[in-house]
């Protein structure tokens, strides 16, 4: 069984504004990088994310960028106590749904098949869910939900 998952959700701006709000590091760390997020996501570029409730920024390798369409990026796994020593890979699309509408999916698959790597995806599927509904409130009503939600 190949460990992957997929969620996705609708948020009340056009796709520029929210893809936007994705690549941009400014705005990107506005609800979503709660430590901060360097780096614009351009295909072959290596950005840092930051999360109060993961200590340490990280490298995320930005491997491909379509404007408004789809990023692709590779990150550490993590199965728990650390890095595994291997990649995952997450892709997000964007689609609009009509002119003030988008669609916005993320996939990320890659995991070891192991217990480590069923938990390691289980932990980041919770996180893209939570990285969704923070992005739905700040794009729509300008509200941080993770603003002292993990410290």
Same mark, same amino acid.
């Given at each position: 069984?190949?460990?992957?998952?997929?969620?996705?959700?609708?948020?009340?701006?056009?796709? =520029?504004?929210?893809?936007?709000?994705?690549?941009?590091?400014?705005? /990107?760390?506005?609800?979503?990088?709660?430590?901060?997020?360097?780096?614009?996501?351009?295909?072959?570029?290596?950005?840092?994310?930051?999360?109060?409730?993961?200590?340490?920024?990280?490298?995320?390798?930005?491997?491909?960028?379509?404007?408004?369409?789809?990023?692709? $990026?590779?990150?550490?796994?993590?199965?728990?106590? !650390?890095?595994?020593?291997?990649?995952?890979?997450?892709?997000?699309?964007? =689609?609009?749904?009509?002119?003030?509408?988008? /669609?916005?999916?993320?996939?990320?698959?890659?995991?070891?098949?192991?217990?480590?790597?069923?938990?390691?995806?289980?932990?980041?599927?919770? !996180?893209?869910?939570?990285?969704?509904? =923070?992005?739905?409130?700040?794009?729509?009503?300008?509200?941080? $939900?993770?603003?002292?939600?993990?410290?």
């Amino acid at each position: 069984m190949e460990l992957k998952f997929r969620v996705a959700g609708r948020i009340a701006k056009p796709v =520029a504004d929210v893809f936007e709000a994705v690549v941009n590091p400014a705005q /990107l760390s506005r609800y979503f990088t709660t430590g901060g997020a360097k780096g614009r996501l351009e295909t072959g570029a290596t950005v840092s994310w930051d999360f109060h409730d993961f200590p340490g920024a990280f490298p995320v390798k930005v491997i491909d960028v379509i404007k408004n369409e789809k990023i692709v $990026l590779q990150w550490a796994a993590h199965e728990g106590s !650390g890095a595994a020593g291997y990649d995952t890979t997450v892709t997000m699309t964007f =689609a609009p749904v009509d002119s003030d509408r988008t /669609l916005v999916t993320i996939s990320e698959e890659g995991w070891n098949q192991t217990p480590g790597g069923l938990k390691g995806a289980f932990g980041n599927c919770e !996180g893209w869910t939570g990285a969704l509904c =923070a992005m739905k409130a700040w794009l729509e009503h300008g509200i941080n $939900l993770r603003e002292g939600f993990y410290k």
